[in-house]
T-cell receptor
Framework: KNQVEQSPQSLIILEGKNCTLQ??????????LRWYKQDTGRGPVSLTI?????NTKSNGRYTATLDADTKQSSLHITASQLSDSASYIC?????????????FGTGTQLKVEL | DTEVTQTPKHLVMGMTNKKSLKCEQH?????MYWYKQKAKKPPELMFV???????INESVPSRFSPECPNSSLLNLHLHALQPEDSALYLC??????????????FGPGTRLTVL
């Protein structure tokens, strides 16, 4: 069964601190993996996308890693800000023809506090 | 233009009403998607259009009727909805190259409340 599991389920950190979110998947055959940030009541916004051959991808304070052998990904957030408070969702795409179906993780709810 | 737009942002409707949700993208993407998302849950796929043709219907009740008038537009027609259909409805689009699709871009969503 294609699954995406994220940990931790929720996380509270102080402003300015770093954190790392984890994603393990069993989706196969693998096409790509995206990390999305979703504010409550809003659509997900893409942070990074990685294909099989990519090990790391950065977008400002966000750095994603991918180990396709162990089927693990992480999202590292540096120097956190209050605006980073959101749900972070790991989404894995299968190789298909035509429009594909994505497998969503259940997300990590991050709260950044003063 | 690198965004997906959705209208309206909010919609309140009665169970006997007929309404439509609209989605638009101008990124040249040939795959478009409708998702339903309940609070604190991941999005659930409803429909996928590839090259303006319905390619996936995730056994969605017939009170939801999708339509893809052209490659830039995607509609979701709503009729005789139930209160449990209240949710955030997300539209997304993606490239299709040689039959393979890439990561999806999401719109901001329409918050639907059925009374």
């Amino acid at each position: 069964k294609n699954q995406v599991e994220q940990s931790p389920q929720s996380l509270i950190i102080l402003e300015g601190k770093n954190c790392t979110l984890q994603c393990n998947y069993t989706v196969s055959p693998f096409s790509n993996l995206r990390w999305y940030k979703q504010d409550t009541g809003r659509g997900p916004v893409s942070l990074t996308i990685m294909t099989f051959s990519e090990n790391t991808k950065s977008n400002g304070r966000y750095t994603a890693t991918l180990d396709a052998d162990t089927k693990q990904s992480s999202l590292h957030i540096t120097a956190s800000q209050l605006s980073d408070s959101a749900s972070y969702i790991c989404v894995v795409s299968k190789i298909t023809g035509g429009g594909n179906k994505l497998t969503f993780g259940t997300g990590t709810q991050l709260k950044v506090e003063l | 233009d690198t965004e997906v737009t959705q209208t309206p942002k909010h919609l309140v409707m009665g169970m006997t009403n007929k309404k439509s949700l609209k989605c638009e993208q101008h990124m040249g993407h040939r795959a478009m998607y409708w998702y339903k998302q309940k609070a604190k849950k991941p999005p659930e796929l409803m429909f996928v259009y590839s090259y303006e043709k319905l390619s996936i219907n995730e056994s969605v009740p017939s009170r939801f009727s999708p339509e893809c008038p052209n490659s830039s537009l995607l509609n979701l027609h709503l009729h005789a909805l139930q209160p449990e259909d209240s949710a955030l409805y997300l539209c997304a689009s993606s490239q299709l190259t040689s039959g393979r699709s890439f990561g999806q871009f999401f719109g901001p969503g329409t918050r639907l409340t059925v009374l």
